[in-house]
């Protein structure tokens, strides 16, 4: 049982660390004013950034539900971010639906 413990507290840290990275990565693009796309990706770019940023403040969210003592409760929050960010790496992935020009 205490592997376990050692284990789940190990994943808790990970992922802790995790959600710093995306919150400061967040806060680093952001603060920049601006972003360059290069004109290929410029359709899903607009789709995906809405979604990242959604991703990074809920995480954010998750992250201070965790040190509140609260994780439990942020569950369902972490399973829409989960979900959102798979379906936002399969849109980057596919691409824009628009036909080349």
Excluded: K
Excluded at 6 to 35: H, W
């Amino acid at each position: 049982m205490r592997g376990e413990a050692n284990a789940d507290q190990s994943a808790r840290g990970r992922a802790v660390g995790t959600i710093r990275i995306l919150v400061s990565a967040f806060g680093d693009v952001t603060g920049a004013g601006e972003v360059t796309v290069p004109n290929e990706h410029a359709d899903v770019f607009i789709a995906v950034y809405g979604w990242w940023a959604w991703v990074c403040r809920s995480s954010r969210l998750v992250l201070l539900a965790h040190e509140a003592d609260l994780g439990h409760e942020a569950a369902p929050n972490v399973r829409t971010i989960l979900e959102h960010t798979l379906v936002m790496q399969w849109v980057a992935d596919v691409g824009g639906t628009r036909s080349p020009r």
